[in-house]
C-alpha cells in the first residue's frame, strides 16, 4: 500500500520483483500529492499553490511500464539522461550527433524546413525524419530509446508546403464550435504524421486579455471557458488515442498567463492575484490534462502575484513543481519555450540549473545544445541539480514514449507517412472559414451580394495568401514569402471570381478601377501585414487602429466609400483593432480575421450560396478606443464579446462615433 496522488490510497500488486522502496520512488515521481520540498515553500509560494483546487491524477499511470521505465533509467548513464532532456533543432544537429548524444527530441522552428527548402516536399521531411529516427536507434544504450521531434502545427501543419492551413485560433474561437475544433486537430495530426513526426506544440491556451500583443490571434478568446472547451478539444483532435497512426502529442501553451502581460507586451509580465492567476489562465490547464495532454510547454512571461514579483515563468519552481506536477498530478512532459531559460536571472542560453530544478523535463535549446549539455552533466556532477530531479524528467519523456506506442512500432511505420494527400483537407478549411467571419455591420442589406452582381474588388490583400494566412505561415513571422508558397487553396479573389463568374469581377488593387454605375458593389479587403512573436506588438503609449498602422487603407476606402455603389469591406487581422473610421465608410464590415489557405471560401457566404449565413461571433471585445487597457472594459467596447450580426437577424448600424486618439496613449 503506498500514497499515490492527492492522498489517495492505491494498491500495487509487485509482479515483478523490485525494491519496494524503489517503486515507491518511481511512483511518487510519477505524480504525488506530497511536495516534496524539505525546505518548505516560502509563504508567497505556499499562498500562490493553495489558490489551486486539486486535481486527481487521470489514473492513466500503469505501474507495468512504470516498472520497465525504472529499469531503463537506471541503466542509463549521466549523459544518456541529460541527452534525453535535450532538444536542438534540425537545422544545429545532424542525426549522426542525434545518435552519438542520445537526442530524445527535437524540433523546427518556424520557417525551419529539411534542407532548408521551404518547398520541401512530405517525402523530403519524412525521409528526413527517418534519419533521425534511426540515428535515435543505433546509440550503444542497452535499451534503445525511440525520438520524437517536435513541430509549430499551429493551424495546420503551417510550415509545410502544401499543408492546408486552417483559421488561426482567434477565428476558430469565434466559430464557438468544439467539434470544428475536434475535426481540425485530427486533420492537423495526420498532416503531420505525413511528414514524419509526432508532436504538435498546440494548442495555445492563452486567454489574451489586450490585443496590443501580437500574438492576440493564437488565443481562442478573452472568454476562459472558451479557451477550455475549444483548446481541450484540439487536444483531443491531435493526440486521439496516443498511438494511432494519425495521432500525435499536444501542448498545451505556454504556461501560465501568456496571454495577461501588462499592456499586451510579447514575453512581459503578468500581474495578477492568486486567484486570477488560477481563475483566468489556469482554466484551460485542468481541462486539457483531463483529456490527457501529454506535454505543457512554460511561457516566456513573468508572473507577480498582488506586487509580489515571482520573475519569469521557467524558473517558477512553485507554478511549475509545485502546482502542476504536484497539485494538478500533471505526469507528462514539461518543455520549456525557444532558448527561454536564458532569460531566467543567473541564466544563459545553455546553463540553467534553477529551470531544471523548477521542474522543466525537456530543454528547447536549439543551437546552443551541446554545451547545454555538457553544463548540465557538470551541474549533476557537482551538485547543483539533484539526480533525482533529472530522473524524474527522464521517466517522464520515457512514460510519454511509452503512451505514444513508439517503442514498438516506428513512425515511419504510420499509413500516412509520405502521403502528400494527408496534407489537404480543403472542405474542413473552408466550412471553418465561413463558421469564424464575423458580420460587423450590414445596413441597407448590402450582404447577401447576388451571384452574377458585377463587382469591384480593391485592396492588395484580395489575392494574397500571406495576408490571409498571418504569421506562423510556411515562415515564423508569415513574412519573406509569395503566393507561390501556397500550392493549395483559395484567395477571396479566386473565390469571387468562382462565385460572381470571372467576367463579373474585376480586380484593381489600388482602387483605380473604380467608377460609379460600372460596378453594383465594390468589395474592398483590407488586413494587417503577417507577424508573429515580437514583431507584432504595438506598444503602449503607440495608439491602435488599423488605419492608424495602416493609412493606406482608409485612403483606399475614401477612395471607393460614399460614392453611390455599396462598399463592403473584409478585414484580415490578428485581432479586434479600433476601425470606427472604416466601418463609417463602408456598408457592410466583416472581421474575417486569418482565414488560412481557404479564404475563397468567404465568397461564398457573401453570396449566401446553398443559405449560408454568418454564424461566427467576437471571441473578443471590438475596441471603440485606440488606447485600450488590459480587461476590456465596458467603455473601450464598441462590440462587446459574443455580437456578430446575420442575415436573419438584420439591423442597421449607423454612423458610430469615432473616438481615436491619434498621439501618444495617456
Ligand atoms: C514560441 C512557441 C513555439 C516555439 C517553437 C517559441 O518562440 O513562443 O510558441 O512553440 O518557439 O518554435
Ligand atoms: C521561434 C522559432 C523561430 C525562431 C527564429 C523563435 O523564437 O519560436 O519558431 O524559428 O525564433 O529565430
Known amino acids: 500500500m503506498m500514497q499515490f496522488g492527492n492522498g489517495r490510497v492505491v494498491l500495487v500488486k509487485f509482479k515483478y520483483v523490485l525494491a519496494a522502496g524503489a517503486l515507491a520512488t518511481v511512483l511518487a515521481g510519477a505524480a504525488s500529492g506530497k511536495i516534496a520540498n524539505p525546505a518548505g515553500w516560502s509563504a508567497d509560494e505556499a499562498k500562490a499553490i493553495a489558490a489551486w483546487p486539486a486535481r486527481k491524477a487521470t489514473g ?18 549521466l549523459e544518456q539522461k541529460i541527452g534525453q532532456i535535450t532538444q536542438p533543432s534540425i537545422l544545429s544537429i545532424t542525426p549522426d550527433q542525434v545518435r552519438k548524444h542520445y537526442i530524445g527530441t527535437i524540433l523546427n522552428g518556424g520557417g525551419a524546413w529539411p534542407a532548408m527548402n521551404k518547398h520541401a516536399s512530405v517525402k523530403d521531411w519524412a525521409n528526413l525524419a527517418d534519419q533521425f529516427a534511426k540515428a535515435a536507434m543505433s546509440t550503444d544504450m542497452k535499451v534503445k530509446i525511440p525520438l520524437i521531434w517536435g513541430i ?19 477565428g476558430l474561437g469565434a466559430t464557438r464550435d468544439p467539434n470544428l475544433v475536434y475535426r481540425i486537430g485530427r486533420a492537423t495530426a495526420k498532416q503531420v504524421r505525413a511528414t514524419g513526426l509526432g508532436w504538435a506544440f498546440a494548442p495555445t491556451l492563452a486567454v489574451v486579455q489586450n490585443q496590443r500583443w501580437g500574438r492576440a490571434y493564437e488565443g481562442y478568446s478573452s472568454d476562459p471557458a472558451q479557451v477550455a472547451l ?19 502529442l499536444a501542448s498545451a501553451k505556454h504556461y501560465l498567463g501568456d496571454g495577461g502581460t501588462l499592456n499586451g507586451v510579447d514575453q512581459g509580465e503578468t500581474r495578477t492575484s492568486a486567484r486570477d492567476l488560477v481563475n483566468v489562465h489556469g482554466r484551460g490547464y485542468y481541462s486539457t490534462l483531463d483529456a490527457n ?4 510547454m512554460i511561457s516566456y512571461s513573468s508572473w507577480t502575484m498582488d506586487g509580489v514579483p515571482f520573475g519569469k515563468m521557467h524558473g517558477n519552481r512553485a507554478l511549475i513543481d509545485g502546482v502542476l506536477k504536484r497539485k ?65 524528467a527522464v521517466t517522464r519523456i520515457l512514460r510519454v514514449k511509452f503512451r ?8 515511419s511505420a504510420g499509413r500516412f507517412t509520405g502521403q502528400a494527400s494527408a496534407l489537404e483537407n480543403r472542405a474542413l478549411a473552408q466550412e471553418a472559414v465561413r463558421k469564424s467571419a464575423v458580420l460587423l455591420k450590414n445596413d441597407k442589406a448590402t450582404l447577401p451580394l447576388k451571384p452574377g452582381k458585377r463587382v469591384l474588388v480593391v485592396g492588395a490583400a484580395a489575392d494574397s495568401f500571406p495576408m490571409q494566412a498571418g504569421g506562423w505561415s510556411v515562415t515564423w513571422q508569415g513574412d519573406e514569402i509569395n503566393n507561390g508558397d501556397f500550392p493549395t487553396g483559395e484567395t477571396v479573389l479566386t473565390g469571387l471570381r468562382r462565385v460572381y463568374g470571372a467576367g463579373n469581377v474585376t480586380f484593381s488593387a489600388d482602387g483605380s478601377a473604380f467608377a460609379p454605375g460600372k460596378f453594383d458593389a465594390v468589395i474592398a479587403v483590407i488586413a494587417e501585414s503577417p507577424h508573429a512573436e515580437m514583431k507584432g506588438d504595438v506598444r503602449w503609449p503607440a495608439p491602435i487602429g488599423q488605419s492608424l498602422q495602416y493609412p493606406a487603407d482608409l485612403a483606399l476606402l475614401d477612395k471607393v466609400g460614399g460614392k453611390g455603389v455599396p462598399l463592403v469591406t473584409l478585414l484580415y487581422s490578428g485581432r479586434t483593432t479600433y476601425t470606427t473610421d472604416l466601418i463609417n465608410r463602408s456598408d457592410a464590415f466583416v472581421a474575417a480575421f486569418l482565414p488560412g489557405s481557404e479564404a475563397g471560401a468567404l465568397a461564398d457566404l457573401f453570396a449566401a450560396t446553398r443559405g449560408y449565413d454568418f454564424t461566427g461571433r467576437l471571441s473578443f471585445a471590438w475596441p471603440s478606443t485606440t488606447c485600450p487597457t488590459n480587461g476590456y472594459p465596458a467603455a473601450e467596447q464598441l462590440f462587446a464579446r459574443g455580437f456578430g450580426l446575420s442575415y436573419a437577424k438584420a439591423r442597421q448600424t449607423g454612423h458610430l ?10
Open 328 to 392: 494538478l498530478n500533471f505526469d507528462g512532459i514539461v518543455v520549456s519555450d525557444w532558448n527561454a531559460i536564458e532569460q531566467v536571472p543567473g541564466c544563459k542560453v545553455d546553463h540553467c540549473p534553477a529551470a531544471i530544478n523548477a521542474g522543466i523535463d525537456v530543454f528547447m535549446v536549439p543551437e546552443k545544445w551541446e554545451s547545454f549539455i555538457a553544463n548540465t552533466v557538470a551541474d549533476v556532477k557537482e551538485g547543483r541539480v539533484p539526480m533525482a530531479r533529472i530522473d524524474d
Open 404 to 411: 505514444t506506442g513508439l517503442f514498438d512500432r516506428p513512425i
Open 230 to 248: 475549444l483548446g481541450t478539444a484540439l487536444v483531443r483532435g491531435l493526440q486521439g488515442t496516443l498511438k494511432g497512426d494519425g495521432d500525435v
Open 152 to 170: 509549430d502545427a499551429v493551424h495546420g501543419n503551417n510550415n509545410v508546403h502544401g499543408a492546408t492551413i486552417f483559421p488561426h485560433n482567434i
Open 657 to 666: 462615433v469615432e473616438s481615436a486618439n491619434l498621439t501618444a496613449c495617456p
Open 60 to 77: 492513466k499511470i500503469d505501474p507495468a511500464i512504470e516498472i520497465r521505465i525504472a529499469k531503463i533509467v537506471k541503466g542509463m548513464t
Open 293 to 296: 495532454v501529454q506535454t505543457v
